[in-house]
């Protein structure tokens, strides 16, 4: 018996062959997915390109075209003072908000499931609350007559209260900022294999060892992710220091405000906002090169 091959013949142009059906092309997708995936985009250049590129153009035309409010604003050591201010209180708020928010992150990390949505609901409800309303309630636990210097007057002798003060607004913006590490931080603590640690233990570590060397480098890219986070946020802070803080403790935000609601130069105002977004987005990626960190969020 002899084999038969049998050998079908393409039809000119290299279609597919008889009775089969062509694939569809690649990269090809229906219309209304790529309308859907678009939209984002297009919202996005709406509510943030557009009004960005609004106040750069404000910065370099009002009240006349060209560089002259930069200039201005480089030459005013009064500018410089503010800025280093905003940069201090957020850098602050950034370290403390870390710095009590990882014990907290990691106590719910490690708790069961029913506990941790519940403290996970009351770490929420903050947000529920305006930042206006949480801010006039530090005016009243940090004055004179205030729940917090009755605490300390004991303790300090000074009836004085904390308002009007770089600690009282480092509190309240503390305060108001500290979910947002705390949820950052436990989203990532519930990735890491609590057996890690336990591993490390039996092949001899200690248990400072095991958290230190084992633990707590898988938890970094989210500490350094969260405190940037809050930092930038804090860049832009007006409400609070505007509320518990004095003349002292001006931040950027709030001398942006007074140029446009007080002296109405809107030129100036679109120059410190441009700075500050500058300033914002140089210390990230100066952050991000120097900690070497890789899945940090982008600001």
Do not use: C
């Given at each position: 018996m002899t084999a038969r091959t049998t050998i079908t013949r393409l039809p000119p142009g290299g279609g597919p062959a008889p009775g089969r059906v062509a694939p569809r092309a690649r990269g090809r997708r229906p219309t209304f997915v790529t309308m859907a995936l678009g939209l984002p985009v297009a919202f996005m250049a709406i509510v943030y390109a557009y009004p960005v590129g609004k106040m750069l153009m404000k910065s370099v035309t009002e009240p006349k075209a060209g560089f002259g409010?930069?200039?201005?604003?480089a030459t005013d050591s009064t500018?410089?003072?503010?800025?280093?201010?905003?940069?201090?209180?957020?850098?602050?708020?950034?370290?403390?908000?870390?710095?009590?928010?990882?014990?907290?992150?990691?106590?719910?990390?490690?708790?069961?499931?029913?506990?941790?949505?519940?403290?996970?609901?009351?770490?929420?409800?903050?947000?529920?609350?305006?930042?206006?309303v949480r801010s006039f309630a530090w005016i009243v636990?940090?004055?004179?007559?205030?729940?917090?210097?009755?605490?300390?007057?004991?303790?300090t002798g000074d009836s004085q209260g904390l308002l009007y003060s770089e600690s009282a607004v480092v509190i309240a913006m503390t305060h108001i900022l500290l979910p947002f590490p705390i949820l950052i931080i436990k989203g990532t603590l519930d990735q890491i294999d609590a057996s890690l640690p336990r591993a490390a233990r039996s092949l001899g570590a200690g248990p400072v060892r095991a958290f230190v060397q084992v633990y707590l480098p898988l938890a970094?890219?989210?500490?350094?992710?969260?405190?940037?986070?809050?930092?930038?946020?804090?860049?832009?802070?007006?409400?609070?220091?505007?509320?518990?803080?004095?003349?002292?403790?001006?931040?950027?935000?709030?001398?942006?405000?007074q140029n446009v609601q007080v002296n109405f130069d809107w030129g100036m105002a679109a120059t410190l906002a441009t700075m500050l977004l500058v300033l914002a987005t140089a210390l990230t990626l100066v952050v991000r090169r120097l900690t070497k960190v890789k899945g940090l969020v982008s600001l």
């Open positions: 409010n930069f200039t201005e604003a500018i410089w003072d503010v800025l280093w201010v905003t940069v201090r209180l957020s850098l602050e708020v950034a370290v403390l908000t870390v710095v009590l928010g990882f014990p907290v992150a990691y106590f719910l990390a490690r708790t069961s499931a029913r506990k941790a949505r519940f403290l996970s609901l009351l770490v929420v409800i903050p947000f529920w609350t305006s930042i206006l636990l940090l004055g004179d007559n205030g729940l917090v210097t009755k605490v300390l007057d004991p303790l970094v890219p989210a500490i350094v992710s969260s405190g940037m986070l809050v930092f930038v946020i804090g860049l832009g802070f007006y409400v609070t220091p505007a509320l518990v803080g004095g003349p002292k403790q001006s931040t950027i935000a709030v001398v942006i405000a």
